[in-house]
């Protein structure tokens, strides 16, 4: 069954550091997420993207956050200077048609 | 401000009970809404419901949906110890992104 894979499955990066997190949806799927769950909270939505370009993002989603797809196949997000209260799981996911998502294992981010 | 509430919170049942877990939701724009199993990492999709009172099947688990009372409910039967997880449920507006519920945690013990 196709899945959306996430690279790396832990990340530990200093405050003030810029973290880069990988995702590779499904294959012909056209709408890509980022979510993110601090630990015991609920999945909170980051940013939708469609067509190259950013279609939905939430406050969360403020200037140290950036998605980029850099070719065919990658989605990832960037997180400038990373803060303490950055640190949550991380998921990506994609869909077809824009309902049905698949998510991806998830990014934990720890920020020390 | 779109908003999915799920109730219990938490719940703890011996193995071989029947539980049901309660979404409900107030929403401008309403497509779908979808269940999710979260154990160690990432949602698992179990269900997808669009349309009022046809149940969904899958094993033991069943789920139905109630358009003009905004809740959906998810059944577990005979549950097993390897239910145990987060249960996330989300609504789909279909012009926007899901909204999530904070899940309820259930632990089934032997």
């Known amino acids: 069954e196709p899945e959306v894979t996430q690279t790396p499955s832990h990340q530990v990066t200093q405050m003030g550091q810029e973290v880069i997190l990988r995702c590779v949806p499904i294959s012909n799927h056209l709408y890509f997420y980022w979510y993110r769950q601090i630990l015991g909270q609920k999945v909170e939505f980051l940013v939708s993207f469609y067509n190259n370009e950013i279609s939905e993002k939430s406050e969360i989603f403020d200037d140290q956050f950036s998605v980029e797809r850099p070719d065919g196949s990658n989605f990832t997000l960037k997180i400038r200077s990373t803060k303490l209260e950055d640190s949550a799981m991380y998921f990506c996911?994609?869909?077809?048609?824009?309902?049905?998502?698949?998510f991806g294992s998830g990014t934990r981010l720890t920020v020390v | 401000e779109d908003k999915v509430v799920q109730s219990p919170l938490s719940l703890v049942v011996h193995e071989g009970d029947t539980v049901t877990l309660n979404c409900s939701y107030e929403v401008t724009n309403f497509r779908s809404l979808l269940w999710y199993k979260q154990e160690k990492k990432a949602p698992t999709f179990l269900f997808m419901l669009t349309s009022s009172g046809i149940e969904k099947k899958s094993g033991r688990l069943s789920s139905i949906l109630d358009k003009k009372e905004l809740f959906s409910i998810l059944n577990i039967t005979a549950t097993q110890t390897g239910d145990s997880a987060v249960y996330l449920c989300?609504?789909?507006?279909?012009?926007?992104?899901?909204?999530f519920g904070k899940g309820t945690m259930l632990l089934v013990s032997p």
């Open positions: 989300a609504v789909d507006p279909g012009y926007s992104t899901l909204t």
């Open positions: 996911a994609s869909s077809e048609t824009g309902g049905g998502y698949t």
